[in-house]
């Protein structure tokens, strides 16, 4: 009754002031009301902020939170904030993500309900998969994971170029090893399970996709570092892929060549097909993907195309960092350009997309699956992708941009576009060269 009082107290007070259409009355109410200490003008502005924030699609996290944490971080550091910050549950959500039917993809045998992944090297260790998924994305592919622990290259290895929106990285494959990932994977599956006794993917959401990205250590086994991730993360994976395209493993490049890359791809299958009783759909065994990188020539890529058809492989994903430097198209003109590593987010954009068209050029007598990757931020560029013949497409850079929001604003993009040209996804796969 008490606290009932003294707030209405104003409120007739208020009511006294009227009417508002005298002029004079108003300016003195709003003078009355409106210099607030500044201290509390901060506070109520901050609270609103922080509000609006709390949707992922606010412009805020674009324009106000993703610039202040780079003025405040390194690089590296940043994206240990990221990860921590979405581990904790504190990120902004999508209050509604639909997605649209025509963002469906029939892919591997399956149906995902859109075209958007998050590619390797952010969630490194496979510790942020469920607050991916519930920021939009369609497939979500963790690691590079190696056999064993292996710290990457000393730091600092982890390089801004802010107004390209590109990074350079050179981690090296920083990785707490198969046995750490494989204890989070086996605890969030037997978790999941329970309260989704009939699922049929490891995501544990509909028709979206978990893949899992294995690497190799720097002095391990080039084919049988591959083979333990297959039978090791096989049954958790709703994809296999098999990373020789980092430039920060010495030697790891070359797996990319004909005779080489046959071989290991095909005891990767045979190791696939032996995979059987653990599988979360009994009848369907993971697609294997290889990534390969974007600096390569076209009698290279079509030997790659060769040896994905003869492995009988399912899906090849470009592209991985570019070790070129296309200074004569980057803004950033400070040494940061010339650090060693590979170059990822807009400015390799038209490196990947050539070579994704060479690729689509080799193989497109076949049934592999091609993904596009390689400094896609808009639904423009994915749809780019999309009609060059990828199938789905993956970003990580224009992540770290943009923030939370964006594969959500990437799929309203394609999906008003797509509707402006009466089309689907799957109708415009491939349709530049139809
Ligand atoms: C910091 C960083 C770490 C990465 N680590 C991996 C990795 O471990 N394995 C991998 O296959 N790709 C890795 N990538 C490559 C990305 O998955 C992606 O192929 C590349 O960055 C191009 O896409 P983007 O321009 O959208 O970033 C990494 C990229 C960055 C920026």
Not at 26 to 31: D, N, P
Not at 97 to 113: A, C, N, Q, R, Y
Not at 200 to 206: A, E, G, K, P, Y
Not at 228 to 234: E, S
């Given at each position: 009754m008490f606290a009932l009082n003294i707030k209405r107290a104003p409120l007739k007070r208020l009511v006294a002031s009227r009417p508002f259409?005298?002029?004079?009355?108003?300016?003195?109410?709003?003078?009355?009301?409106?210099?607030?200490?500044?201290?509390?003008?901060?506070?109520?502005?901050?609270?609103?902020?922080?509000?609006?924030?709390?949707d992922a699609r606010s412009a805020a996290n674009e324009y106000l939170w993703c610039p202040l944490i780079r003025q405040l971080t390194t690089a590296e550091q940043g994206h240990n904030l990221g990860i921590q910050l979405l581990k904790c549950g504190l990120y902004p959500r999508l209050f509604s993500?639909?997605?649209?039917?025509?963002?469906?993809?029939?892919?591997?045998?399956?149906?995902?309900?859109n075209p958007i992944g998050m590619a390797a090297g952010f969630d490194k260790h496979g510790e942020v998969i469920d607050p991916l998924f519930n920021l939009g994305f369609g497939y979500v592919e963790i690691g590079s994971i190696t056999p064993l622990p292996q710290p990457g290259n000393p730091t600092p290895r982890f390089f801004r170029l802010s107004q390209d929106e590109a990074v350079i990285n050179?981690?090296?494959?920083?990785?707490?090893?198969?046995?750490a990932v494989l204890a989070d994977l086996k605890y969030r599956f037997d978790t999941l399970h329970i309260k989704h006794?009939?699922?049929?993917?490891?995501?544990?959401?509909?028709?979206?996709?978990?893949?899992?990205?294995?690497?190799?250590?720097?002095?391990?086994?080039?084919v049988e570092d591959y083979?333990?991730?297959?039978?090791?993360?096989?049954?958790?994976?709703?994809?296999?892929?098999?990373n020789v395209s980092s430039p920060n493993t010495p030697g790891l490049r070359d797996l990319q060549n004909e005779s080489k890359l046959t071989n290991l791809l095909t005891k990767v299958v045979q190791e696939r097909d032996n995979l059987d009783g653990k599988l979360i759909d009994p009848t369907s065994k993971p697609p294997i993907l290889v990534k390969v990188a974007p600096d390569l020539t076209e009698p290279e890529i079509k030997s790659i195309a060769q040896s994905a058809k003869d492995s009988k492989i399912d899906g090849i994903i470009l592209s991985n960092t570019t070790i070129q430097r296309p200074t004569e198209n980057l803004i950033t003109k400070s040494d940061v350009v010339q650090e060693t590593g590979g170059l990822s987010g807009k400015p390799l954009k038209p490196i990947a997309l050539k070579a994704f068209k060479t690729l689509r050029k080799y193989t497109k007598?076949?049934?592999?699956?091609?993904?596009?990757?390689?400094?896609?931020?808009?639904?423009?560029?994915?749809?780019?992708?999309?009609?060059?013949?990828?199938?789905?497409?993956?970003?990580?850079?224009?992540?770290?941009?943009?923030?939370?929001?964006?594969?959500r604003k990437i799929k309203d993009e394609i999906t008003e576009e797509l509707k402006k040209e009466g089309k689907t996804w799957m109708e415009i796969i491939g349709s530049d060269d139809k």
């Open positions: 259409s005298n002029a004079s009355n108003k300016q003195t109410l709003q003078s009355k009301i409106l210099p607030l200490p500044s201290s509390t003008f901060l506070l109520v502005t901050a609270i609103a902020l922080g509000a609006y924030s709390l993500d639909v997605d649209d039917p025509v963002l469906k993809v029939e892919v591997f045998g399956k149906t995902l309900s050179r981690y090296g494959f920083n990785s707490v090893g198969h046995l006794p009939n699922a049929t993917l490891n995501s544990f959401r509909d028709n979206k996709f978990l893949a899992i990205n294995l690497g190799k250590n720097k002095t391990g086994d080039e083979l333990k991730g297959v039978q090791n993360f096989g049954p958790y994976a709703d994809a296999l892929v098999i007598d076949s049934d592999i699956v091609l993904v596009g990757c390689g400094g896609i931020s808009s639904g423009k560029d994915a749809i780019e992708f999309a009609k060059a013949g990828a199938t789905f497409v993956e970003l990580y850079t224009a992540f770290a941009y943009k923030g939370p929001g964006l594969a």
